[in-house]
């Protein structure tokens, strides 16, 4: 039988449901978390969440989309405005920020989900569900593909791929950071005690990722350097160095291993791959 709830008690057994769900989200990820879990959280019965949502997975959908599209809207808005200001004066600093501050501004606004919003942004991208990362990827492809366009204009000397793949890289990470328990005790601890602001977190963070993803492309030099020091770290020394691999030049025949660099790509033939799209698209929605 259906649960009728009118007036301002369904408004507050939804937000109940959703506030549960997303903490539950936060704490176990999408595979681990049960509609009898978010019920019992909620303090309502399972005929609630068919009522409202009508079943786990549009429940999961509905929750992510009430921090999420809020989100990257102000997102857009604020590239917008770096946009129309700079031109082509854009640096990869502004998208950083079009990217940082909303989410920061968010995080400090209780009424939007507070501290554990950066949490939830964490876990969205962390978690290894596929239901999770399909979502994501179809609802904000368009806001990935807008961030994508900006990084590689304030990046033109990066190939499309590898811009795709530093950006996956560095949002990864730092998703990884803030999806943990412990950012908040860390931060702390690195600082001394002392307060950090908007303006130091986030150019502590942008430093980082600027630096990442201004690094020039590793030459050969480079590629034997890493190529020697997985050979040292393998059982018996440069002697069990993986088969194949040429010490002098770090470079490896054999399927898996380094190979010498292949010549660049046309404009063309780096559009025709789809690797730095997909590398990039789902980072996005797990940073802040």
Request: glycine share 8%; net charge negative; with cysteine.
């Amino acid at each position: 039988m259906a649960v009728r709830t009118t007036g301002r008690h369904a408004g507050d057994t939804k937000s109940r449901i959703l506030d549960a769900a997303e903490t539950l989200f936060i704490e176990c990820g999408y595979e681990a978390m049960s509609l009898r879990q978010i019920t019992s959280r909620a303090e309502v019965n399972l005929a609630a969440v068919n009522y409202h949502f009508g079943s786990k997975e549009s429940l999961i959908h509905s929750m992510l989309a009430r921090r999420l599209d809020r989100l990257n809207q102000e997102r857009l808005k604020l590239l917008d405005r770096f946009d129309t200001m700079l031109g082509e004066r854009l640096t990869c600093e502004h998208v950083l920020g079009a990217m940082f501050i909303p989410a920061l501004r968010l995080s400090r606004d209780p009424r939007v989900g507070g501290k554990a919003f950066l949490r939830l942004l964490g876990r969205a991208y962390t978690d290894p569900s596929a239901f999770i990362r399909d979502f994501l990827n179809a609802h904000y492809e368009s806001v990935a593909m807008r961030f994508f366009e900006a990084f590689q204009r304030a990046l033109p000397h990066l190939p499309r791929e590898e811009l795709g793949w530093r950006l996956h890289f560095a949002i990864g990470a730092l998703s990884g950071v803030l999806a943990g328990t412990d950012t908040d005790s860390l931060i702390s601890e690195f600082s001394q005690g002392k307060s950090m602001n908007d303006l130091q977190l986030i150019a502590r963070l942008a430093s980082l990722m600027v630096a990442a993803l201004k690094a020039p492309l590793p030459d050969s030099s480079q590629l034997a350097t890493f190529a020697a020091v997985l050979g040292d770290a393998t059982e018996g020394g440069p002697e069990g160095q993986m088969e194949g691999t040429n010490p002098a030049t770090g470079t490896q025949q054999a399927s898996g291993g380094f190979e010498p660099p292949a010549p660049a790509a046309s404009d063309g033939e780096r559009r025709a791959g789809n690797v730095e799209a997909s590398s990039f698209q789902p980072a996005l929605h797990g940073t802040a």
